[in-house]
């Protein structure tokens, strides 16, 4: 999948700086290449609960956001997080203080 195709699936008009940003979070996360299509589908299975997937401004990894209004929302965008995390072993890592988390990869 190119670098266009995954950016504008994340919402993100294309251009170079975020292909090199993406270039670097694919460098960083283990396993990208038999993950990312469904870090796709996740960010797709999130819209309903107000969340989503995006590239992090701090860290080079994808981020997943949890933007939810409701508690009802919250816990099914944490469902649908932990479903993707245990059923393909994906290591996640949780921002101190927010509804954040990082995609680092397959669990070792």
């Given at each position: 999948?190119?670098?266009?195709?995954?950016?504008?699936?994340?919402?993100?008009?294309?251009?170079?700086?975020?292909?090199?940003?993406?270039?670097?979070?694919?460098?960083?996360?283990?396993?990208?290449?038999?993950?990312?299509?469904?870090?796709?589908?996740?960010?797709?299975?999130?819209?309903?609960d107000?969340s989503?997937?995006?590239?992090?401004?701090?860290?080079?990894?994808?981020?997943i956001?949890?933007d939810?209004?409701?508690?009802?929302?919250?816990?099914?965008?944490?469902?649908?997080?932990n479903?993707?995390?245990?059923?393909?072993k994906?290591?996640?890592?949780?921002?101190?203080?927010?509804?954040t988390?990082?995609?680092?990869?397959?669990?070792?």
């Open positions: 999948m190119t670098h266009e195709a995954i950016l504008n699936q994340l919402g993100y008009a294309p251009n170079e700086a975020l292909s090199l940003q993406l270039s670097r979070i694919e460098e960083n996360t283990g396993g990208y290449e038999k993950i990312i299509k469904h870090i796709l589908d996740l960010h797709e299975a999130l819209k309903t107000e989503y997937v995006a590239m992090s401004n701090s860290n080079d990894y994808f981020k956001k949890i939810a209004t409701s508690e009802i929302s919250a816990g099914d965008a944490m469902e649908k997080i479903h993707f995390a245990d059923k393909y994906v290591n996640l890592q949780k921002v101190e203080g927010k509804p988390y990082y995609i680092l990869g397959f669990a070792a």
